[in-house]
């Protein structure tokens, strides 16, 4: 069965740091891109941040560029999401997925592109 489960959300103050961990079933990682993505209550599920297989390429929203950090480790079949200086408009649901192939195409940031999701973990900047 294909499985994602992230964990290590929370309540944090503004300025604070979370890190998001979701791991998941071999199959659904093996030579997978995995992306991470969030959906604030009324808006759209927009996309945070990308890896690829290798993790040498990684992509992320100008909004959490130089604050978030995406990593991966394959022989754990998890991927991270390292969030740090956190403010109020980082509150969200947040989603990890695992993308069809093992490169990041230039449809990196849509939902579409990838095949499997998890069930998001809260996140809550407080102020």
């Known amino acids: 069965q294909v499985q994602l489960v992230e964990s290590g959300g929370g309540l944090v103050q503004a300025g604070g740091s979370l890190r998001l961990s979701c791991a998941a079933s071999?199959?659904?990682?093996?030579?997978?891109?995995m992306g991470w993505f969030r959906q604030a209550p009324g808006k759209d599920r927009e996309f945070v941040a990308a890896?690829?297989?290798?993790?040498?390429?990684?992509y992320y929203a100008d909004s959490v560029k130089g604050r978030f950090t995406i990593s991966r480790d394959n022989a754990k079949n998890t991927v991270y999401v390292q969030m740090n200086s956190l403010k109020l408009e980082d509150t969200a649901v947040y989603y990890c997925?695992?993308?069809?192939?093992?490169?990041?195409?230039?449809?990196?940031?849509?939902?579409?592109?990838?095949?499997?999701w998890g069930q998001g973990t809260q996140v809550t900047v407080s102020s």
């Open positions: 997925a695992a993308g069809r192939l093992s490169y990041l195409g230039s449809y990196y940031n849509q939902w579409g592109e990838y095949a499997y």
């Open positions: 071999g199959r659904t990682f093996v030579r997978k891109a």
């Open positions: 890896i690829n297989w290798s993790a040498d390429i990684t």
